[in-house]
């Protein structure tokens, strides 16, 4: 069809077809590349001492084995930052905390073997003195019960922040035999005792201040340490294997996992319980308990690695140029429906036709009319006439 209008139309939807087939699919998306999904290994490692001075401890040094919970865990590690410590505890009968389940004024008060989701032990039906002004419940538990209503702001290892954390990562691509750690080659160990990770100076260098992680995701270490967290330490491994290995490196990236949200402040933060047993002189087991706050590190590990193959390089190229009938179809559609003349172009490209099935019936009638004329008589004469013309004749 000669029209300027419709050609250049048909040469824009092409242009569009073939920018999109090679740039997007082939340039963006790497469409001639086999892919494989990285499978990975991490192990970390811990540094720091710090110093505390308190009226219930007096001065104590924490290094590794006393704040980092367990020593080793599965692509995670927690580093404690503050603590309510319960020393001395042993078995006995004690005074339960005071709340609205637990305050009385008789032993009629107290039910004997009573527990609830929040008792600190077993009530034993008395009521005792909890201090000068309060009563209440007696329970058979590790006494003196954990009093864990207030939490020491600043945090108890504020000095957390300056810690580092050695994050070990080996990852492997089955499908191409490559393997690789974020430890590079040009790596030596001088340099690994002296850097710490900077997105601008020190982009690979796998040892991380704590506070650096938790500023990067825009958050404040010291009031993340009260309460504790949960943040996440991110490994991005995207390579294209077409290019020499050197150019296969990790991209770190960091965010906080839990929700901060300050309309939600319902049960905030991380925290758990553990207890360090003793054996007293007498035989008798004593204990001190820790509730525990402090910050999980999430060490995630994601990557794709694409190499040439020519499986997929010939489905993209079929797939490319059969988006090119596409431009016939919407020449199509502007032209019947969008251009002036669509009322002429629509009658020149279809042609209408009758029933095939109804056009052959109409023509058995007329050969069956022009072999069996019709007979009938005459109401008035009564002769009989036929016609085999169309015309009715008398007959004798």
Known sequence: MRNSSLNLFMVFIYCFLQSFSFRWVFLWEKGYQETDAVVSSVTTKVKGVTLTNTSLLGARIWDVADYVI????????????????????????????PDDQTKCEVDNNCVPGYVSTH??????????????SIKTCEVFAWCPVEDDYHIPKPAFLREAENFTLLV???IWYRKFNFSKRNILPTINSTYLKNCIYDAQTDPFCPIFRLGKIVEAAGQDFQEMAVEGGVMALQINWDCNLDRAASHCVPKYSFRRLDNK????????????RFAKYYKNSD??????????????????VFGKAGKFDVIPTMINIGSGLALFGVATVLCDIFVLYCMKKKYYYREKKYKYVEDYELVSINKGRVKANLLHPLTHRDSKTGCRMFTSNGDFEPQF
């Open 70 to 97: 367990p020593p080793q865990g599965e692509n995670t590690v927690f580093v404690m930052t503050n603590a309510i410590l319960t020393l001395n505890q042993s078995q006995g009968r004690c005074p339960e905390l």
């Open 119 to 132: 008792s600190s032990g077993i009530q034993t039906g008395k009521c005792v003195p909890y201090n000068s």
């Open 168 to 170: 070990k990562n080996n």
């Open 261 to 272: 949200d300050s309309a939600h402040t319902v049960s905030p933060g991380y925290n758990f």
């Open 283 to 300: 035989g008798t087991d004593s204990r001190t308990l820790v509730k525990a706050y402090g910050i999980r590190f999430d060490i995630m």
